[in-house]
């Protein structure tokens, strides 16, 4: 299971980190990745790690401003998100699953529930 938290309203400019709380044993084994999806959009591939944080992925808009990491002793993975602006403003899920490539593809085993970010100009 996965609790994604810390999302809020923020103004552009402004930074936010994202939390994503995985429960069982086997949280180290996995990729984990973070998705979003505006109003009347599409979900979006956001970033992901590899199981053990060696690698990361990002997609372009947000390279240079978004960080991905993951804490394993915490089963916990995070998203720490800097000079947002107004079209990062979307529901962001966490997501696990065996593969990176899978994540990178916009897909994923276990999903999480959403948590809002609003950026606001």
């Known amino acids: 299971q996965l609790q994604a938290s810390g999302g809020g309203l923020v103004q552009a400019g402004g930074s936010l980190r994202l939390s994503c709380a995985a429960s069982?044993?086997?949280?180290?084994?996995?990729?984990m990745g973070w998705f979003r999806q505006a109003p009347g959009k599409e979900r979006d591939f956001v970033a992901a790690?590899?199981?053990?944080?060696?690698?990361?992925y990002y997609t372009n808009p947000v390279k240079g401003r978004f960080t991905i990491s993951r804490d394993n002793a915490k089963n916990t993975v995070y998203l720490q998100m800097n000079s947002l602006k107004p079209e990062d403003t979307a529901v962001y899920y966490c997501?696990?699953?065996?593969?990176?490539?899978?994540?990178?593809?916009?897909?994923?085993?276990?999903w999480g529930q959403g948590t809002l970010v609003t950026v606001s100009s």
């Open positions: 997501a696990a699953d065996d593969t990176i490539i899978a994540l990178r593809r916009n897909s994923a085993y276990y």
């Open positions: 069982g044993r086997t949280f180290s084994s996995y990729a």
């Open positions: 790690i590899t199981y053990d944080g060696g690698s990361v």
